[in-house]
């Protein structure tokens, strides 16, 4: 089945305590974004991948670290997680094909607290 | 930057009854996206609009790129309790074709 994988799906933590969200996805997409979603906020960018090896950042990406060594895996790292990242992070993928809007499928989503 | 501004916030409403929100831009979009988040989910992509003035159905969702290119509509007729969620309308950047901006989204509450 094509999907988009992330864990853990629940994650409760305390501040400055390193942690990772992983994410992998099986459609042999080039494109990867992580995002972030709070209430009355709704998603924002955080970092996205255009490919192995490319990284780059979004629209809120203090805080965070990304790596893509591999196609089908682009894990968030919190080096220092703070309360203000307590969140609902959801990874995404997409083909890069020239042209029209290649859709993004989404995972499940990570729900992180950190106290 | 681009922002994308979704009305209204929240809806409560009566299963079969017709929803309609939009999504409005000072800018304009290429493309308008609407998604659907269900409680513990992730979006899901209902409808992509290419062109303005393009009216796209999917079921009982109906979707519409305003002519200006700095809007759209999104209207759920019949609407029954599976319809509950989050609906997002988005856009790819004016920085590149993958990025998204979102709107902050419409919850839709239905009370069978």
């Known amino acids: 089945e094509a999907q988009v994988t992330q864990n853990p799906r629940y994650l409760i933590t305390v501040t400055g305590k390193k942690l990772t969200v992983t994410c992998s996805q099986n459609m042999n997409h080039e494109y990867m974004s992580w995002y972030r979603q709070d209430p009355g906020l709704g998603l924002r960018q955080i970092y996205y991948?255009?490919?192995?090896?490319?990284?780059d950042k979004g629209d809120v990406p203090e805080g965070y670290k990304v790596s893509r060594k591999e196609k089908r895996n682009f894990p968030l790292i919190l080096e220092s997680p703070s309360p203000n990242q307590t969140s609902l992070y959801f990874c995404?993928?997409?083909?890069?094909?020239?042209?029209?809007?290649?859709?993004?499928?989404f995972g499940p989503g990570t729900r992180l607290t950190v106290l | 930057g681009q922002q994308l501004n979704q009305s209204p916030q929240s809806m409560f409403i009566q299963e079969g009854e017709d929803v309609s929100m939009n999504c409005t831009s000072s800018s304009i979009f290429n493309t308008w996206l609407w998604y659907k988040q269900e409680p513990g989910e992730g979006p899901v992509l209902l409808i992509a609009l290419y062109k303005a003035g393009e009216l796209t159905s999917n079921g009982r969702l109906t979707a519409q790129f305003g002519i200006t290119r700095k809007d759209s509509f999104l209207n759920i007729s019949a609407s029954i309790p599976s319809d509950v969620g989050i609906y997002f309308c988005a856009g790819p950047s004016q920085g590149g074709s993958e990025k998204l901006v979102f709107g902050k989204g419409t919850k839709l509450t239905v009370n069978p």
């Open positions: 991948s255009m490919n192995v090896e490319v990284t």
């Open positions: 995404a993928s997409s083909f890069l094909l020239a042209g029209l809007y290649n859709e993004q499928f």
